[in-house]
């Protein structure tokens, strides 16, 4: 079974400075999917990044960038230039790809709370 | 505009009464799951369901019943067998494609007297 652990419960960051999250995962398959999702005070799920497994090169979306490390099973957010609207709880996720007559499905950690600090 | 319902927002019941928990989604996805998150816990995966008339018990299904008569419908029942169902509920849907990304609805809390 997989499992994604984030360890650190609360961050704090400076307007406009940089933050990283930490995530770890454990699998023993080579093909899968990683996601960071965003939860603010509105409790909305919202999806930030995702990256392939399969792809060596680390995604980005705007000020929000992953550092993906296969070998170590790491996968970090990194949040640029950090806005007060940034504030929410962050959680990891992990997930198979469908393979014909199974089923996937995500497998989240239990989430960091961030606060940005005007 | 597509997106996903949950209603009601909040939720009270008194113990031992089951409650029903509505989650509709106009995006024409396939897959429809529920989540139950509590404080320090993150999202846990209570059933999902790929297709109508299909549906699979995810990790804590235990005191959970579920039904899919409709593409567009995934109803989740908190029965009265379910020891602590106080939680904020979390419905989602995705497309069957091979990265499968998870659209979620505003959450439903539960809370019982």
């Known amino acids: 079974a997989q499992t994604v652990t984030q360890s650190q419960p609360e961050m704090s960051v400076q307007e406009a400075e940089t933050v990283t999250l930490s995530c770890t995962y454990d699998?023993?398959?080579?093909?899968?999917?990683l996601f960071w999702y965003k939860q603010p005070p509105s409790r909305q799920m919202i999806l930030v990044i995702r990256q392939e497994a399969y792809k060596q090169q680390n995604a980005t979306e705007n000020r929000f960038s992953v550092n993906f490390q296969k070998a170590a099973k790491s996968f970090s957010l990194k949040i640029s230039d950090s806005q007060l609207g940034d504030t929410a709880m962050y959680f990891c996720?992990?997930?198979?790809?469908?393979?014909?007559?199974?089923?996937?499905?995500?497998?989240f950690g239990k989430g960091i709370t961030l606060s940005v600090r005007p | 505009d597509g997106g996903i319902t949950q209603s009601p927002k909040y939720l009270f019941r008194k113990e031992g009464q089951n409650v029903t928990l509505s989650c509709e989604q106009n995006?024409?996805?396939?897959?429809m799951y529920w989540y139950r998150q509590d404080p320090g816990q993150g999202l846990r995966l209570i059933y999902y369901?790929?297709?109508?008339?299909?549906?699979q018990k995810g990790d804590i299904a235990e005191g959970y019943s579920v039904s899919r008569e409709k593409k567009e419908s995934f109803p989740l029942t908190v029965t009265s067998a379910q020891k602590n169902p106080t939680a904020f509920y979390l419905c989602a849907s995705s497309p069957l494609t091979s990265y499968n990304e998870q659209f979620f609805g505003p959450g439903t809390r539960l809370t019982v007297l």
């Open positions: 699998t023993s398959e080579s093909n899968y999917y």
């Open positions: 995006l024409n996805h396939d897959a």
């Open positions: 996720a992990f997930m198979s790809p469908i393979l014909t007559g199974a089923n996937s499905k995500l497998t």
């Open positions: 369901s790929q297709i109508v008339n299909d549906f």
